[in-house]
């Protein structure tokens, strides 16, 4: 189906599965109970888990094919977050030509970055996307504030020109009449379940983009890109110029990455210099990272965990650990409060920092080895006298 095999198609249908079904797989717990802080199937936060989904696939196809590591790619989410904005200031409230604009101006400075960065590779290639990146956020909170608006980033304004909307036209960001920010709420028993519009519009996108990161891991191109990370020199040898190859994969990247920069405008109609912060491009490696570098369900993953941490964990501040240890003596209390209070509310990045470390350590692989692993547990082992070892073995599936 769709130009895959048998099992790339069940692995796709089992991805649209549980995309559709987030709002339920987010929402595992009674509201009003004492687990209920750990939900996270609210609109905004189900809308970040899909954008930096596609924004580390996109950065995957980078790093986990090819082995350049970029620290420079939020320069390309604040063009797309830029890009959009102006669109909807100028032409329409519809977040489609916003879209559009944000993937192909984030695709040209892509393009003129990766031609000047890809001259050097390794550490070099690294620092020189860094340099181009904090450029870009300077250029964004100064120079440019023409066009960017400077530190208070740039919004929609009601009296902005936008000439394809007519006097009754939506004023919010909207597909065809369909409101972002719409949600409708299912009640069943003690549990209350969002089902947004904004979040499935980025669920659709995300899943095409996932789909054509496949086809792209699965094509004799994604093979180009494993040979040059392979090893380049020896593909320089056979006559085969890496850098056509690995242009394109920068500029594919970038693309991604002004996609979800123009969905993050979509969603929230700012735009401001801090999404170009280096900051944000180390998020990104970090998201790849601890998901899997070079698999396709990885960053999806990595981006699920760190926006999870950050949007839960960051909320669960003293007042709400002493709720929870309340029936603690008074001195055990404080104390078990005062050890927990360290590694939630605004300490959250302690504990991102030694789940990084532990997966960097004992999972090379990130959190898709920890569930091979996981699942190799339950699967049959051979017994003795069989013969399996000595049949030829399948390739890897793109998720592993």
Not at 10 to 36: D, E
Not at 210 to 235: C, D, E, T
């Amino acid at each position: 189906m769709l130009g895959l095999n048998t099992r790339d198609t069940k692995f796709l249908l089992i991805v649209i599965a549980l995309t559709a079904f987030t709002p339920f797989l987010m929402q595992p717990f009674a509201q009003g109970s004492a687990m209920a802080q750990f939900n996270g199937g609210y609109p905004d936060l189900m809308q970040r888990v899909a954008i930096f989904g596609i924004f580390a696939i996109g950065f995957n196809i980078l790093f986990g094919l090819t082995g350049y590591l970029s620290f420079g790619h939020a320069a390309f989410l604040g063009v797309g977050s830029y890009s959009a904005v102006w669109m909807f200031k100028l032409l329409s409230m519809n977040i489609i030509p916003g879209i559009i604009l944000a993937v192909i101006m984030s695709g040209i400075f892509a393009l003129l970055i990766g031609y000047i960065s890809l001259r050097r590779s390794g550490i070099y290639f690294s620092i020189l996307t860094l340099a181009f990146a904090q450029m870009s956020y300077n250029l964004a909170y100064s120079v440019l504030t023409p066009l960017t608006n400077g530190e208070t980033g740039l919004q929609i304004r009601l009296d902005d020109l936008r000439v394809l909307d007519g006097d009754g036209a939506s004023k919010y960001t909207n597909l065809f009449g369909m409101n972002m920010s719409s949600s409708y709420k299912l009640e069943l028993g003690s549990h209350l379940f969002t089902f947004n519009v904004g979040f499935y519009v980025c669920a659709v996108i995300a899943i095409i983009a996932f789909y054509i990161s496949l086809r792209i891991f699965r094509s004799p191109f994604g093979m180009m890109l494993r040979a040059v990370k392979s090893n380049q020199q020896r593909m320089s040898y056979t006559g085969l110029n890496p850098r056509p190859y690995t242009l394109a994969a920068f500029v594919i990247s970038g693309m991604y990455a002004g996609l979800a920069g123009g969905l993050l405008a979509s969603m929230d109609p700012l735009a401001g210099a801090e999404r170009m912060q280096w900051t944000v491009g180390g998020e990104v490696v970090i998201m790849t990272i601890l998901g899997g570098a070079g698999t396709l369900l990885g960053p999806v993953l990595g981006a699920g965990v760190i926006k999870y941490l950050e949007n839960i964990f960051s909320k669960i501040n003293e007042t709400v650990l002493h709720g929870w240890f309340s029936f603690l003596p008074d001195g055990a209390e404080d104390f078990v409060v005062g050890v927990l209070s360290v590694f939630t509310g605004k300490g959250w990045h302690l504990t991102l920092g030694l789940l990084f470390m532990l997966v960097v350590t004992f999972l090379p692989g990130g959190l898709v080895e920890g569930g091979k692993r996981v699942a190799g547990l339950f699967r049959r082992k051979p017994k003795d006298g069989d013969d399996a070892k000595h049949h030829p073995q399948s390739n890897p599936h793109v998720a592993e």
